[in-house]
Structure formats: C-alpha cells, structure tokens
C-alpha cells in the first residue's frame, strides 16, 4: 500500500470527473422534466458528450491505480474533490461568477475531509471480497434501485433527480469497493485470476453496476438541475463506499458514539456544500 501514490492518483481522478460532470450536465439537460432513452443514445453521437466520457475514463483509470495502492476509506471519500471542481469548468460554460458563498462551500468540503481522515487514521489493508459477497451486493443494489425509482415516478422533476442521483452515487460507491477487489486481486495473480469464481464474479459486477450508475447519472442530469442531482450523487457515493470497504473489505472504521455524531456532521456539510456549488452551476 502507497498512500503516495494512491492520494495524488484519487486527486486527479476527482480533477477528470468533476470536469466531466460539469460538460455532461451541459448537454443531457434539456429541462423537459422527463427521462428520454433517445436522449440518452444521442448522447453518444454528441462530440461533447464523448469527450467529456473521456474524461471520466482518464479518472477511472486513475481511481484504479488509487484504489490498487490504498483503501477505499480514504480514495473514494476524495473523489469528493469533483465538487470543487466542476466550479470553475460551469463557469467556462456559461455558468455564474463563483461567489463568496461557492468558496466558503469549497473551504466546507475540504475541511471536512480533512476531519475525516483524521478521524479514520489508518484504516488497513483490505481483505478479498469473495464471488458470493459481489453477487449479493449487486442484487441489494438492483432491488434499492428498483424500489428507488417506482417510489419516484410520478414525483417532481427535482425530485426524481436526487433519487437518482443518489441512487448513481450509492452504486458508484459499491463500484469503488468491487474496484478494490479487483485491482487487489488483480495486483496478486494477474490476469490468472479471471479463471476463478472470485476473480471474474467481482469483475462482472463492477462492468454491470459501473455501466448502469454511468447510464443513470445521464437520465438524472435530463430530467433536473444539477442542484438536485450532482449534490445527492456525491454524498451518498463516499458514504456508501466507506460503509461497504468496512463491512464487506473488513478496512477499519472507528464507530464509537462520537465518531459517528463527527461523520454525520462531515456528510452534512459536503452535501450543503455541494448543493451551493451545483446550484446553477452550468444553468445560469
């Protein structure tokens, strides 16, 4: 494990999926209110979409090599950093000025990072994460996400946007941890490892959910604004992650009474921080 490597490797990564972000939302959103599968399949012809989808390659290449050299309790809780970032880009887009408010955010979302790294410390190596585990993981998501989007259907536009944004966001965060467990397992036995139920059942669960959470984002930046969307996604995506890398990778998390009460207010002031910065971001 190289903390070395893994932080400046999950910096950047947060740097090419804020970017990304912010231009997808730019061309997704057409303010219907409604989720278009056309929509979503243009999207591919649209050479800013493409190039934006390159830029969330280059950031899970990245979070790859993140994820390989250090635990997801402190890589996916960085990817955060997106937030931040994306600032500056909606603004190249024809977004507000940034003002007082968007840096206090910014300072937020940093500060609390820091008071959550200092409160994890160490959290270990994690341990492989067996086929069944993946595969039970995969159906939890597939059920919540089903629930999640027939409790929606017939809500408000900003509504259904959070739902799914926070619903992309928990399944970015379960496809952090099976990352994990392939670049481990990966990083052990090469690509010998594919011959076995514990090498390829984790990596077909991550193609599955990381392509279901990508083709869910875009349907939550079409039908509301990124204030709804882009805030929920980043909030429940380090959370869900860090829950799962504790439970399922058996990293260490500190849970006594007041680290809880601590985690909550940091979840707090990322997700209000969030919503200041999306807030017409790349609408205005």
Do not use: K
Not at 134 to 139: F, K, R
């Amino acid at each position: 494990m190289s903390l070395a490597v893994a932080v400046p490797c999950a910096v950047l990564s947060a740097v090419a999926y804020g970017t990304a972000t912010a231009v997808q939302h730019r061309v997704a959103h057409r303010g219907s209110g409604r989720a278009d599968a056309r929509g979503v399949v243009a999207l591919l012809r649209d050479p800013r979409w493409l190039a934006a989808a390159g830029g969330d390659t280059v950031g899970l290449a990245l979070q790859v090599v993140a994820l390989a050299t250090g635990p997801v309790l402190l890589v996916q809780p960085l990817l955060v950093l997106a937030v931040p970032v994306a600032l500056p880009v909606g603004h190249r887009l024809g977004g507000p000025v940034p003002g007082l408010r968007d840096y206090a955010a910014c300072v937020g979302i940093l500060g609390s990072l820091a008071v959550f790294f200092a409160l994890v410390g160490d959290p270990g190596r994690a341990s492989p994460l067996s086929a069944a585990a993946a595969a039970w993981s995969v159906a939890c998501a597939a059920a919540v996400g089903t629930v999640v989007v027939l409790a929606v259907r017939a809500s408000s536009p900003q509504v259904r946007a959070a739902a799914y944004g926070a619903l992309a966001g928990a399944w970015f965060g379960l496809v952090g941890v099976l990352l994990d467990s392939v670049a481990t397992l990966w990083q052990g036995s090469g690509p010998s490892t594919l011959v076995h139920p514990e090498g390829w059942v984790p990596l077909g669960c991550l193609l599955l959910v990381g392509a279901s959470a990508l083709v869910l984002t875009q349907v939550s930046f079409q039908v509301g604004p990124l204030a709804a969307s882009f805030p929920a996604n980043e909030a429940t995506a380090p959370v869900v992650a860090v829950l799962l890398g504790a439970s399922l990778l058996h990293e260490r998390l500190p849970l006594s009474p007041g680290h809880l009460a601590a985690y909550l207010v940091c979840v707090g002031v990322v997700t209000v921080g969030a919503a200041q910065l999306a807030r017409g971001l790349v609408d205005g």
